[in-house]
Each structure stands twice: as C-alpha cells, then as structure tokens.
C-alpha cells in the first residue's frame, strides 16, 4: 500500500515561492501516476497537476501553466511541486495523490474517471502580504 507525506507548505507573499514535496513509501513508486490536488476553505477539492508513472507526461490546469512545475525521481521516491509566481488564489491545501495505472504514459486529475487509492495529509499554503 503506498503512503505518501507532503511537506513544504508555508506562508509566503505574493509572488514568491514554494518547492511542495510528497515522499512515498510502502510500495513501489513505478506504478503510480501522482497528481497533486488541491482545497480552499469553502470550495471543492481541485485537481493541479499530474505527473505520469515514467515522469514524460505532465498536465497542469489552465490556472497554474507557466508557474507551477512538478517532478518525480522514482529511484529516491520523492515528487516535486515547484511553485512560482505565486497568487492569493493558490491558497489552499495541497495533498499528493497516487494512482495506480497500468499506463506508463498518462496522467489526469480528473476524478470522475481516475481512482486516486493513495492520498497524503496535506500541507497548507499560504499566499498573502
């Protein structure tokens, strides 16, 4: 069963930066794609961006093309989601998800057709002066 743990949640001003990671453990990292999520008080949870099992397919919502960039190194089990240009509207907490496909090429956030079985606690985002 995978487990996952993100870290590097803060609080930091508009414009500035954050580097989430998501460490797994408990099975092989190989055969999940990861996608990170994410939930602001009062609204629902919202899908950011995936990262397919072999780490050559990347998705992102139209809201953070350009600013946000995430990664992966199966070898270390680690993700990363590097945040930059950052807005209040990225407030939120983020959680790092993992899906187990047979797809080595593919990733989506889109719950209403992928099953995410592995999900982290979350770390808190904040982006404000």
């Known amino acids: 069963q995978l487990q996952l743990v993100e870290s590097g949640g803060g609080l930091v001003q508009p414009g500035g930066s954050l580097r989430l990671s998501c460490a797994a453990s408990g099975s092989s990292l190989d055969y999940y794609a990861i996608g990170w999520f994410r939930q602001a008080p009062g609204k629902e949870r919202e899908g950011v961006s995936c990262?397919?099992?072999?780490?050559?397919?990347?998705n992102y919502i139209d809201s953070v093309k350009g600013r946000f960039t995430l990664s992966r190194d199966n070898a270390t089990m680690t993700m990363y989601l590097q945040m930059n240009s950052l807005k209040p509207e990225d407030t939120a907490i983020y959680y790092c998800?993992?899906?187990?496909?047979?797809?080595?090429?593919?990733?989506?956030?889109?719950?209403?057709?992928?099953?995410?079985?592995?999900w982290g606690q979350g770390t808190q985002v904040t982006v404000s002066s």
């Open positions: 990262i397919s099992r072999n780490g050559k397919i990347t």
């Open positions: 998800a993992g899906d187990r496909t047979p797809y080595p090429y593919f990733c989506s956030v889109d719950l209403r057709d992928r099953w995410y079985s592995a």
